[in-house]
Each structure stands twice: as C-alpha cells, then as structure tokens.
C-alpha cells in the first residue's frame, strides 16, 4: 500500500481541488432530486476527466516547456496569457465559495451562528495559515501531495460512513448508471444536470495536471506512470461523489427538497432526525476537509497557471507563483467576508464563478486540444487518439455548459 501511495499523487492533488464543497452540495442535490437515475452523467464526466488529464500529464511529460510555454511559443505570448488570466477569474471567483463554505462546515459543529466578528477572525486565520505554508514549505509540491491525500483519505472515510449508514439500493443504483438522455429534455431539470457537470467537469483541473506531473520530476520514462496516476486520480474524484449521490438518494429522495440542501449546515441538519448527531458530525468533517483541500489547491492552481501564462516561471516554488496564489486567495477571502458579514448577495459568488467558467472552460480545453494535436505530429511519443478524440468531445461539452451557463445569466431561462 505504501510503494501504491507513493506512485501516484498529481491526479490525487486534482482530485482534491473538485471534490470541494460546491461539488459535494450539488452532488446531494442531485441525488435528491434525481435519486439514482442520474449516475450515468458521472460515468460519463468519468471518462472526459481521465481522457484530459492523461492528455494533460503526457503534453507535462513529452514537451519541452510548460503548457503555457508551449502556446506562448507557438501561438504568441498572447495565448499563454489568456489562460493565465482564465485559470485566474476561475480559481478566485470559486475561492469565494471556499471560504463561505469553511464558515458553513464550522457552525453546524459548534452549534451556532458564528458573529460578524468569528466569521472575518475564522477566515483571517484560515487564509493565514494557508499563506503561510505557501511561504515556508521548502519543497512545496511534496507538502502539498502529502496533505491531500490525507484530505482526500479523510473525506473517502467520512462519506463512506455515511453511505453505509445510509444503506442505498444497489440495485437501483446499478440502473442508475444506464443512459437516460430524455432527462436533459426538461429545462428544470437540465440545469440541475449542468450543475453536476460543471462542479465535477474541472477541465482547468486537469490541465494542471500538466503542471503537477512536471513538479514531481516525471519524464517520457514515467508516461504509464502518469496514465496510471490520471485513472486512478479521476475515479477517486468520480467515486466519492458517486457516493454522495447515492447517499442523497437513500436519505432525501421524495423526501427533502432540494432547494433545502444549500449548504452543510442544511445537510446534515436533515441527516439528523435520521442517523442522529454523529452522522451530522460525519457528514460536516467530510465537507471540511473538501474545503480545506480545494482551498489550498484550487488557490495554487490560478496563481501557477497565471504566472507561467505572463511568462514569470513555470516552477511552483518560485516567488512570484507564491505572490500570486496569495493574491487569488485574498481576492477570495475579500467577496467571501464581503456575502458573509454584510447584505452583499451572496447569489453573486455563484454568478462570479459560473461566470468565470464561461470565460476560461472552453479556452483551457481548446489550448490542450491544440497541443495535443501539435505532438500527434512530434516524431516520437505522439498523443495517442483516443486522448485526442475525449478531448474533442470534452471541446463540446464545455462549450454546452458555457453556453447554457450565459443563457442562465442573461436570465434567458
């Protein structure tokens, strides 16, 4: 088990950015609201995930810059920097979310509303232990794989507590994962599916995984390696909401409305009646550390992509990649305090982000697409196919989700 954990870690890191708050609040909605029926969606978010970050960590290993430094050397500086500002608004509009949701994991446990007071203090310090780390861990990227696999090992063992409590169906649940496309034909209904998609989709995700497999020293020698780590990453990621849902489906379906599951707090104040405290505890523990998790690397994430996209260093630990995560997670910490302590609506997080997925989704894609095809005619370690043919579809389905997202806003629906 420990020459297994020691093998993998990139994909691990990815994982634990996706599997924040907003995706496990969705997830519960789903399966609230669809019960088990709507488990074939995640096989298929299943495979466009593995397909892009196998894309991403073979383009991490076989090219000789970075990402950003490929396009920027192809295409212009210009293109380098796009995705740099993309990946940027996406990681701060969502970080927002990630601080409201530490305050919403926090109270359910200490049995109250925290004061305006609490609040700016709990997320003063969060921010500040996070900043630090960031300033004082020496090699950076070994730190931070180590802590999400605890993160991650912490939110499997929380969930699938409550998933046995909860004792779902199996073989609903084994139905669930046939291919009912006529649910996308209602427009209720339809938002709620992309919703699901677009929490667990993290195509900026995994293009980091073209970053992560650099940081851990993988070369064209550790191409299987990095296939590996990508499938197992992507199924851990897939799994464990798969098993939010289908808990959500045993406990809330044609119970509970989904409109009442907005956060943690609402959650497991639902789960109570049924399981009792301890599930309540369970269940907020397992929230937390999805927060705390994509806390720290969904931070990283925006400020490493946008100081390789301006062209200031493609390593993690240099100043700059540290200044500018700094700078995603006060830009965060500000909207977050801000829809918290004031009458700030807090609806405008969401907006920011679905936003910002608009701006940066289809882009991120298409610059891996790009690359991608660019090594399918490289003389040696071409881009496999079926990587290439996932992300072109991944290209369609990201342009749906923006689409529909700026339909959404443009109150069109």
């Not at 990946?87 to 446990?109: K, Y």
């Not at 989709?201 to 299987?224: C, H, I, M, P």
């Amino acid at each position: 088990m420990k020459k297994f954990l020691q093998s993998v870690g990139p994909a691990i890191v990815v994982a634990a950015v996706v599997l924040g708050p907003g995706s496990i609040t969705t997830s519960t909605k789903v399966g609230a609201s669809f019960g088990y029926d709507a488990l074939w969606v995640l096989g298929g978010v299943l495979i466009l995930l593995i397909g892009l970050a196998s894309l991403a960590a073979w383009l991490g290993t076989t090219m000789e810059k970075s990402l950003c430094g490929e396009l920027s050397s192809r295409l212009g500086k210009w293109s380098g920097g796009i995705i740099g500002i993309a990946a940027f608004v996406i990681v701060a509009g969502f970080q927002s979310s990630n601080n409201m949701a530490v305050v919403a994991g926090l109270e359910p446990m200490v049995g109250r509303e925290f004061s305006t007071l609490a609040i700016i203090l709990t997320l003063l310090v969060t921010n500040g232990i996070i900043v630090a780390i960031l300033y004082l861990a020496k090699d950076l990227y070994q730190y931070i794989e180590k802590l999400m696999k605890v993160f991650v090992g912490l939110m499997i063992i929380a969930f699938i507590l409550n998933f046995f409590w909860a004792k779902p169906s199996v073989g609903e649940a084994a139905k669930g994962f046939v291919p009912d496309f006529s649910m996308f034909g209602n427009k209720a209904q339809l938002l709620t599916l992309m919703g699901l998609i677009g929490t667990t989709f993290s195509v900026v995700g995994a293009y980091y995984q073209g970053y992560l497999v650099r940081e851990k020293g993988w070369t064209v020698n550790d191409l299987g390696a990095g296939r590996r780590d990508s499938i197992i990453g992507m199924f851990v990621l897939v799994g464990v909401t798969a098993i939010i849902m289908m808990t959500a489906a045993a406990v809330f379906a044609g119970k509970t409305e989904p409109a009442d599951l907005g956060n943690a707090g609402a959650i497991s104040a639902a789960l109570e009646p049924l399981f009792g405290a301890k599930a309540k505890y369970i269940f907020c523990f397992g929230f937390l550390a999805g927060a705390f998790s994509s806390f720290l690397v969904n931070a990283m994430i925006g400020g490493h992509i946008f100081t390789d996209g301006i062209g200031k260093g493609e390593q993690l630990k240099g100043n700059f990649t540290r200044h500018a995560t700094t700078a995603a997670l006060l830009v965060g910490m500000f909207i977050g305090i801000l829809a918290l302590t004031t009458d700030f609506d807090r609806t405008t997080t969401i907006v920011i982000a679905q936003a910002a997925t608009v701006i940066g989704g289809p882009a991120v894609v298409a610059a891996l697409l790009y690359l991608g095809i660019q090594q399918r005619k490289a003389a040696e370690h071409k881009t496999p196919m079926w990587m290439l043919v996932i992300a072109g579809i991944s290209m369609v389905v990201s342009l749906a989700v923006a689409t529909r997202t700026v339909l959404s806003l443009a109150g069109a629906i």
